[in-house]
């Protein structure tokens, strides 16, 4: 494990075994209507957990998530537990039969990214009657739920937005910007959104902004074009994007109309073809976001929560959804990625190797990045 991510790991994995050492025999937590109880039943190593990610646009999901935590379920559990994974290919209809399978089932704990924070929560509750705990991973869903880890989305935000002002300087209001938001049944983009507006806002100039059904790139390239359409190539002179995936769009969008050069246009989740984009100088930035730890602190609170354990050091802080109040939650800061970090940060994290960056397609712009 590399030193960035191994240090943040540490931590939490300290924490889950304060948690395990302080809850052994002990019995569940009385909630008093928050979300603070622990219902799984008191259990051996031999746990099934069930995991459910949102979508496979998005690379990390299958590419980091589901490995990581399949690999640290593994090793709480002595090599016992066993992960029983689920997409739902952006399909909330698919992901609440998801549920329905995984508590015929009888898994003992659920981890749920929600496709639709709002439409899963009648599932949660159907799951909580069966006696599974659930953690909300990534996505605050609603219902009651058990536990909830995530990054400090609305940081995710501010990040971005500073960014994008840093790459305009005194440009900032010589033109236009477009906001391009993610999908509106995503709780955490409505905290990209605020987190990006409490910086931007009486500092730049928003000509369009839209909220991108399902994060697609190829509506979010549509809205592109239309921005362009309606505002002009020349008058725009930066792109807040909440993800590298709609980025990607955009992109292709500004350079379909010929603009040039390209404003800075920003992203999230260190995508490769958006690392790649960085090094090309195409796309400005993205947010860095360790997986690892993420990962690694959904299996702790699933584990513990299957064993009937308290999560007290595991979870730091609480957060309210729009149902639940007070669930305990990690949350795990982020990175500013651009040119100048990636060295530094997916690289030596061992996201991807320079060899995944730099393709011969980009391999001039890698030397020039001091990548090569």
Request: net charge negative; charged share 25%; proline share 4%.
């Amino acid at each position: 494990m590399n030193t960035r991510i191994r240090r943040v790991a540490v931590v939490v994995a300290g924490a889950a075994m304060a948690a395990s050492l302080a809850a052994c025999g002990s019995a569940k937590e009385s909630g008093g209507g928050t979300s603070e109880s622990s219902p799984g039943a008191a259990k051996g190593d031999a746990i099934k957990v069930g995991l459910l990610l949102p979508e496979n646009q998005t690379a990390r999901y299958e590419k980091f998530d589901q490995p990581l935590i399949e690999k640290k379920v593994k090793e709480l559990t002595n090599g016992k537990g066993e992960v029983v994974y689920a997409n739902a290919k952006q399909d909330a209809t698919t992901q609440n039969s998801q549920v329905d399978t995984m508590i015929t089932n009888k898994v003992d704990v659920l981890i749920v990214d929600a496709v639709d924070s709002k439409a899963i929560a009648g599932s949660v509750k159907k799951a909580k009657d069966a006696g599974i705990p659930v953690v909300a991973y990534d996505r605050l869903a609603e219902g009651p739920i058990d536990a909830y880890t995530s990054f400090d989305n609305e940081e995710v935000g501010k990040v971005q937005g500073k960014a994008l002002l840093e790459a305009l300087g005194d440009k900032a209001k010589a033109g236009q910007i477009v906001m391009m938001n993610g999908s509106v049944t995503d709780p955490n983009a409505a905290l990209f959104k605020k987190g990006a507006h409490s910086e931007l806002d009486g500092k730049v100039n928003i000509g369009k902004e839209y909220d991108t059904k399902e994060w697609k790139p190829e509506n979010a390239n549509a809205n592109m074009e239309a921005a362009i359409s309606a505002l002009g190539k020349d008058k725009i002179v930066g792109v807040y994007s909440a993800n590298d995936g709609m980025a990607g769009g955009i992109i292709t969008a500004l350079k379909s109309a010929g603009v040039s050069p390209l404003p800075p246009v920003t992203g999230q989740d260190a995508e490769l073809a958006g690392v790649q984009r960085i090094v090309a100088g195409e796309q400005y930035m993205s947010v860095y976001k360790p997986y690892a730890p993420e990962a690694e602190a959904a299996a702790e609170m699933a584990v513990a929560l299957a064993k009937g354990e308290k999560l007290d050091a595991i979870a730091k802080s609480k957060v309210d959804s729009p149902t639940t109040q007070g669930v305990p939650s990690l949350l795990i800061p982020v990175v500013s990625l651009t040119k100048a970090n990636i060295k530094d940060t997916v690289v030596k994290d061992g996201v991807y190797t320079v060899d995944e960056i730099c393709t011969d397609k980009y391999a001039a712009a890698c030397a020039a990045a001091g990548l090569k």
